[in-house]
C-alpha cells in the first residue's frame, strides 16, 4: 500500500481584497522527499507558508496532512504542530540572552507533578538533540551556552534540531541560508541532509538556486501565485536551472503584459 504524501494541496488560492496571493496552487510533498520551493520575493512562498502552517485561512482550496483531510475552519497554529508541521522561520526564533535549553522548550515545557519546569529533564533532552540529532560538538556548544553567542549557522542547526525533537513528519524551512556566510551556509546544509535521513519529509523554501539545487530530490518553481514548473533531482545543471527559472519568469511577464 503506497503512503500518502506528507502534505498535499490541491486548487489553494488565497485573496486580499482583489489581489490573489495564490491562484490555484496544487502541490505535495512526499514522505522522506526534500522538495525544494522556489520563487522570487513576492511570488507567493510566504503566503503558502501561512497557510501550511496554520497562520491564514485559504480563500479556496483544500489541504491532507498524511491523507487526512483537514478543516481549516479549525486549523491553527498548534493543530500544525500536532499534526507534525514545523517551521524553520529565516528571521530569529531565538532568545538571544536565553540559553539553548530553554530556547528548546520556550512554550512547550516540560513539568513535573507539582507543575514546576522539570530543568534537569529538559537539560537531559536539549544534549541528546544537540550531541545526537543535529551532531552539535563545538567547544563552548552546550546546553546552558546563550543563544546570541551562535553562529547564524548554529541557530538555525538549534531551530531543525528542535523541529526534529518534537516528531515532525514535515520540517518547513524558510530561506534557511539567507545573509549566511559560505561556511555557515554548509553548516545548515548539513542539517538538512539528517532531516532527510532520519526519515522525514522536508519544504525547502529557497530563491537562491544553488543552494536548494544541491539538497532537493524535487524542485517546483512558483511565479505570481502559481506552480509554474517542476524539475527533479538530475535533470539540470545548476546553470541549465537558473535559465529556465528566469525563461519562466519572462514568460509570466509577458503574459501579465
Not at 532520519?198 to 511565479?223: Q, T
Request: aromatic share 6%; charged share 30%.
Amino acid at each position: 500500500m503506497v503512503e500518502a504524501p506528507a502534505v498535499e494541496l490541491r486548487g489553494i488560492t488565497k485573496r486580499y481584497g482583489k489581489v490573489e496571493a495564490l491562484g490555484g496552487v496544487d502541490l505535495e510533498v512526499g514522505r522522506n522527499e526534500i522538495l525544494g520551493l522556489i520563487g522570487d520575493n513576492g511570488a507567493g512562498k510566504s503566503t503558502l507558508i501561512k497557510i501550511l502552517t496554520g497562520v491564514e485561512r485559504p480563500t479556496l482550496g483544500q489541504m491532507q496532512i498524511k491523507g487526512e483531510p483537514v478543516d481549516f475552519g479549525r486549523y491553527s497554529v498548534r493543530g500544525a504542530h500536532e499534526r507534525g508541521i514545523e517551521t524553520v522561520y529565516q528571521q530569529k526564533s531565538l532568545g538571544d540572552k536565553q540559553p539553548l535549553w530553554r530556547n528548546f522548550f520556550v512554550g512547550r515545557n516540560i513539568t513535573n507533578k507539582w507543575g514546576f519546569i522539570d530543568v534537569r529533564r529538559q537539560k537531559e533532552l536539549a544534549n541528546e538533540v544537540l550531541k545526537g540529532a543535529i551532531g552539535f560538538r563545538g567547544v563552548g556548544i552546550d546546553v546552558d551556552a546563550t543563544a546570541g553567542n551562535l553562529s547564524g549557522g548554529e541557530r538555525q542547526g538549534i531551530c531543525i534540531g528542535r523541529a526534529m525533537h518534537f516528531d515532525a513528519d514535515l520540517i518547513i524551512l524558510d530561506e534557511p541560508t539567507v545573509a549566511l556566510a559560505v561556511k555557515e551556509v554548509g553548516k545548515v546544509l548539513s542539517f538538512i541532509e539528517r532531516i532527510k535521513a532520519s526519515g522525514r519529509a522536508c519544504l525547502y523554501v529557497e530563491h537562491n538556486l544553488a543552494h536548494v539545487h544541491a539538497m532537493a530530490d524535487r524542485m517546483v518553481i512558483i511565479d505570481r501565485g502559481r506552480i509554474v514548473g517542476e524539475v527533479r533531482r538530475g535533470e539540470m545543471t545548476v546553470h541549465e536551472l537558473t535559465e529556465h527559472f528566469l525563461d519562466l519568469q519572462r514568460r509570466g511577464e509577458r503574459g501579465a503584459a
